[in-house]
């Protein structure tokens, strides 16, 4: 049975010296270190090759989904994410009342719903995995499925359920989070294009921007997918981070009367209805490169997977569709800490959970900086872990 650490709530250090830091990539993770960081008295600039927010954070479903999404093999990634899963109701209190902006924390729980008795016998099996764990999940029966939500299809066999795994608005919490920053004290630099580290005598002392050098005593990269491509990072520093494509559509319901309340995965897609009354439905997982168009096949695929399970969204209108690019690491974990380059830290490689792991990586990179010691929640993170294994990265 895995237990998650009790979560510690962000301190600053009393004492002790304030380095400046800059921070490659402006998604929800480089901001949210940035806010940290200089709420912490750091001075803090953030660089970003295009829009800020407009990455993985912008593209993602914005679930917290700790619980339900742990399959075998990610066992170790759990301590992490039900930490991180257990700070979010205080960190977005927090960001809240530090942006005077909504992040619409939805607290309603998760489903995965099983269609017929084959999806029942797969579910049933996630189920009886997931428990072993100790984690905070129940079987429903069909009937009761159907009771909460009612729109669902009528054969629905039964349900996984966790009352623990929520969601945010995640494209509000990328707002906040650059609104929160810069209130602290954080200098944002967008559209620069290409931003490559600064090395010099073997130590990370700075970022570039076209011909101008910005010094800092640290940087952090968390520039998402792109990561690897930074220009100017030492081959032994490149983080073993690639893109993996997803597709998404939204759809319109009235907020007035949703189709759905919880966010509810199914045997192809996940669905998740928003406050405001838009219905997400995600998400491909392609290995494209780069690739952001989308497919015909992919957009199909999410729509006819959504319709087998809540056969009403067939009369509601396509509002938005997108992709975006995980940062996906060799074996889909973060990559976090100390980069074996002086000076230069990772806060990468988050794939698929990177709003919920928000939180524990934004307090545990700024307890790095600030003090020079690795939480033992990201310790086992580190980028040496690929090394350990006989692989460079």
């Not at 998650?4 to 830091?21: E, K, L, Q, T, W």
């Not at 494509?245 to 189709?259: E, Y």
């Not at 219905?279 to 695929?301: K, M, N, P, V, Y």
């Not at 690491?329 to 800490?337: C, E, K, T, V, Y």
Request: hydrophobic fraction near 45%.
């Amino acid at each position: 049975m895995i237990h998650a650490p009790d979560p510690h709530p962000f301190s600053i250090p009393a004492s002790g010296i304030r380095p400046s830091v800059a921070v490659i990539g402006a998604g929800c993770i480089g901001l949210a270190i940035a806010w940290r960081l200089a709420s912490a008295g750091c001075r803090v600039d953030l660089f970003e090759r295009g829009q800020a927010g407009r990455g993985a954070t912008h593209a993602a479903g914005g679930m917290l989904a700790a619980c339900v999404e742990t399959e075998p093999g990610e066992d170790g990634l759990l301590p992490l994410t039900r930490a991180s899963q257990a700070l979010w109701p205080d960190f977005a209190r927090d960001l809240e009342a530090a942006s005077g902006m909504a992040v619409d924390l939805r607290t309603e729980g998760t489903m995965v719903i099983a269609l017929n008795a084959d999806d029942a016998a797969k579910v049933r099996f996630l189920h009886g995995f997931q428990r072993d764990l100790g984690l905070p999940v129940e079987w429903l029966s069909g009937a009761e499925v159907r009771r909460r939500e009612p729109f669902l299809q009528p054969g629905v066999a039964g349900a996984l359920f966790c009352a623990g795994d929520h969601q945010v608005d995640n494209r509000k919490v990328a707002a906040a989070l650059q609104r929160a920053a810069l209130a602290a004290g954080a200098r944002l630099h967008e559209q620069c294009g290409e931003v490559a580290l600064a090395v010099e005598g073997g130590r990370a002392v700075g970022v570039r921007v076209a011909a101008t050098l910005h010094r800092a005593d640290r940087v952090v990269l968390a520039a998402g997918a792109w990561s690897a491509g930074v220009p100017g990072l030492p081959p032994a520093a490149k983080p073993p981070v690639r893109p993996v494509k997803g597709q998404m559509v939204c759809l319109r319901m009235d907020a007035r009367l949703p189709l759905l309340r919880h966010v509810v995965w199914t045997p192809g897609t996940y669905l998740i209805p928003r406050l405001d009354g838009r219905l997400l439905i995600g998400a491909t997982t392609e290995e494209r490169g780069f690739d952001d168009r989308l497919t015909a096949g992919g957009q199909f695929a999410l729509l006819e997977g959504a319709w087998r399970a809540l056969p009403g969204i067939a009369e509601l209108p396509i509002e938005e569709a997108w992709a975006g690019f995980r940062p996906g690491s060799r074996d889909d974990a973060p990559i976090l800490g100390e980069s074996g380059i002086p000076g230069l830290i990772h806060a990468t490689g988050h794939h698929r959970n990177g709003i919920l792991l928000t939180p524990v990586t934004a307090d545990g990179i700024a307890r790095l900086v600030l003090t020079g010691g690795t939480d033992p929640l990201l310790r086992p993170f580190a980028a040496d872990r690929f090394l350990a294994k006989g692989a460079a990265a």
